[in-house]
């Protein structure tokens, strides 16, 4: 089960984040996941309440933006969401394509934090 592993990177670029803000709590972790990123969401869901136990992220909501594969169509020249992945075939015009735009994706898109009372700057 990678999403383990995945988990721990995701807790540690967040805790450093947010302790660049001098948070005091994680409270959202919000992620872009492609469809082609090879995670299986309820796998990560599970990883994420396990592994943030005794971390400031204990107790956060991992919501997961899930990104549909897009593909550039060179004949039509434009982009176009693919409904499988299957086939790379542009859904217009029946091209095959290999150019993805969208889809591999797994990243951080935003952390909802809190920060202390303690703390003038914010």
Sequence with gaps: MHELSIVYSIITSATEAAEREK???VKVVTLRLGALAGVVEDSLQFCFEAATKDTMLEGSTLVVHRLPVIIHCATCKKDHEIQGIQ???CPVCDAPSFDLRQG???????LEIEVGDDNPDR
Excluded: D
């Design 23 to 25: 948070a005091t709590l």
């Design 87 to 89: 086939s790379y075939r």
């Design 104 to 110: 591999r994706e797994l990243e951080i898109e935003s």
